[in-house]
């Protein structure tokens, strides 16, 4: 089993478009550069925590991948990476993810076993729920709460606010993503949006949450008195917003991963940048 196998079972890269989430709700909880010690322990436990999500869906989905064409290539179905190597991948991510979190402060020692919880068991969602797509944005909507908790040892509105941004934005990128496997899911019968409302309803939904979620982040601006450069950059974000819905269309697809990997980086990169600008410029 050669290292690349695990890199691309707990893909790297979607740790990479997240990070930064974090990143911001450390900033603003510091209202400046947070400590480094804090920084290097939350970039620690960001990525165990992501790594652990993803070796444990892979897991948990292993017979779904196998029976999907889509996805039948990756590494467990494939047989590149075996079921035990994922299993210990999610016990060794887990054990990093709770010694930094008790290392960070006591308050995230506490927390981490119910983030795990939600970051963990979003995997069997889609077996029960069509909500599947929103519990994997409160998955993501954390690391802006975790990073501020990170700094001030406690939980605010102004990162709860952009964290529930953060859970409509990802929920409509997932739903978004997830119109390429309706008739996959409709006879497994998987619970995703897509397959219970059509492609097209889907993408209207998609759309009206990620205005809300563009709506939430600039309520987190206002909550944490932000100064005006927030404001001129966050439009930016809005527009790769808009980028990303004009990527794809129902019946054309063929864009679905720069919609899904470049414009979703640039998110949650321009945010970050749109949230140190408004703090010290």
Known sequence: MKFKNLLGLIKIEHTLFALPLALTGAVLGARGTPDGRILVLVGIAFTAARAAAMAFNRLADRRLD???????????????????AAALVVAAATGVFLWASWAINPFCGRLAPLALGVVLGYSYTKRFTVLCHYVLGVALGMAPVAGWAAVTGGIAWPPVVLGTGVVFWTAGFDTIYAIQDIAFDRDMDLRSLPARIGPIPAMRLAAGSHLVAFLLFLLSGVLSSLGWPFYALLPVTGGLLVWEHRLIRPGDLSRLDT???????????????????????
Do not use: H, M, Y
Request: glycine residues 8%.
């Open 66 to 84: 196998a029976a999907n064409p889509r996805t039948a290539r990756r590494e467990i179905p494939a047989g590149r990476v075996s079921a035990t």
């Open 259 to 281: 919609a899904f990997f470049t414009a979703n980086s640039l998110v949650s990169g321009s945010l970050l940048v749109a949230v140190c600008a408004g703090i010290f410029v």
